[in-house]
């Protein structure tokens, strides 16, 4: 069964950093490539970065919001990708997705909240 | 970036009823590998997303085949041949045709 499972949320001051995991299994996490979504509470989806698989280069693009501040990344050999986010703003409030996609996106964890609050 | 319009934003239907949702992408969806990347997902009260259909009209496994979707170019259409009550949420046109992947604003499905 293919599961996504994401750790590591929780409440940081602004300005201070916080680095999400996102841990696959029942499937070959490298043959896929990842992204991480977001949603404000009550608000709709955002998507927030992508990162291909290392047979498509490993390349990664960033949503213009956290570009600068947010750095994707991947383990295939702990079947992780990481969500390292810096400089958080209260506007980075929200629950994080992560997603796997092949031709499409197919699978989604059941998220993360990351509440950023003095 | 590509903006995507979905109408409406609130559907209240009778269970047993049809219900179709609209979205509207502001620039094509087509790639230039010839494949549309717009995909429908549900989210459920408290529940995280769903996908229910991928490139345009792919029905993902599990997926009632009362959920079907449609279109081209710029124009799609999600269609529930007869609402359930198990449908009542928020539903998502998604674009991952070009980077930015961009989503629609969401459509609240209610149950009368």
């Known amino acids: 069964e293919v599961q996504l499972v994401e750790s590591g949320g929780g409440l940081v001051q602004p300005g201070r950093s916080l680095t999400l995991s996102c841990t696959g299994s029942g499937f070959t996490f490298g043959d896929y490539a990842l992204s991480w979504f977001r949603q404000a509470p009550g608000q709709g989806l955002e998507w927030v970065t992508f990162?291909?698989?290392?047979?498509?280069?490993?390349?990664?693009e960033y949503a213009a919001s956290v570009k600068g501040r947010f750095s994707i990344s991947r383990d295939d050999s702990k079947n992780i990708a990481y969500l390292q986010m810096n400089s958080l703003k209260t506007e980075d409030t929200a629950v994080y997705y992560c997603g796997r996609s092949g031709d499409y996106f197919d699978y989604w964890g059941q998220g993360t909240l990351v509440t950023v609050s003095s | 970036d590509i903006v995507m319009t979905q109408t409406p934003l609130s559907s209240p239907v009778t269970p047993g009823q049809p219900a179709s949702i609209s979205c509207r992408s502001s620039q094509s969806l087509v790639r230039s590998d010839g494949n549309t990347y717009l995909s429908w997902l549900q989210q459920r009260p408290g529940q995280p997303p769903r996908p229910l259909i991928y490139?345009?009209?792919n029905r993902f496994s599990g997926v009632p085949d009362r959920f079907s979707g449609s279109g081209a170019g710029t124009d799609f259409t999600l269609k529930i041949s007869r609402v359930e009550t198990e449908d009542v949420g928020v539903y998502y046109c998604m674009q991952a045709t070009q980077s930015p992947i961009t989503f629609g604003q969401g459509t609240r499905l209610e149950i009368k």
């Open positions: 990162i291909r698989s290392k047979t498509h280069g490993g390349t990664t």
């Open positions: 490139k345009v009209s």
